[in-house]
């Protein structure tokens, strides 16, 4: 057993790194490059890029350790069938999740748009989960993935911060994991929103989570 001491919020948090993944939410070129849904949805998707460079520190460190290393990716088949029509019929018509754009159909699987941006493009031997819902638990194969590794505690990094990383964090928390989120690692369309979803994790003496961030989380892996 390995354990270290990350520093965070609301307390320090003891961790088995055997025992931590690092998990990467949906780092894909459809929220953080223009042309795809986080743009049809009317963001200014430039917001996100500054969780690029943090990710690749920790996911470069996650790596020399030999972490297991998750990535996930939202997105659905090309015949819409895992897609509730609730999803879809939302927002313009011609932009919807489906909709032809400049990387391909908006959120489908196989698309260049859903496709994890290059700077954090997964390597050989890693894990790469795709979700069709917010959260990276519900109907996929995660907890399975997770509980036959033996993990306890997750760093959760990736976009947005108050959708679909609060999603998963809320979702692991319940099914008894720590989870530990760097805050600069994670990012919003909305800056309040990633200020207040950071704050929400961790108060009540962190009733979801830890927030922490990557030079902290990085010193206590190193
Ligand atoms: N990955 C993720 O957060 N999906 C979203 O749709 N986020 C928004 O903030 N729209």
Known sequence: ?????????????????????????????????????????????????????????????????????????????????????????????????GAAGPMGRILIRGEAGHDIVASLYPIAGETVIDKPGKGAFYATDLGAILHHRGIESLIVCGVTTEVCVHTTVREANDRGYRCIVPGDCCGSYFPEFHEVGLRMIKAQGGIFGWVSDSTRVMRALE
């Open 1 to 97: 057993m390995a354990y270290v001491t990350v520093d965070a919020e609301p307390e320090p948090l003891a961790i088995d790194v055997a025992k931590t993944a690092l998990v990467l939410i949906d780092m894909q070129r459809d929220f953080l490059e223009a042309g795809g849904f986080g743009e049809t949805l009317g963001n200014d998707v430039s917001l996100l890029g500054k969780a690029v460079r943090p990710c690749q520190a920790v996911l470069a460190l996650a790596r020399k350790k030999g972490m297991l290393v998750i990535h996930t990716r939202e997105g659905h088949r090309p015949d819409l069938s895992d897609a509730p029509k609730a999803k879809v019929e939302r927002g313009d018509p011609r932009l919807r999740i």
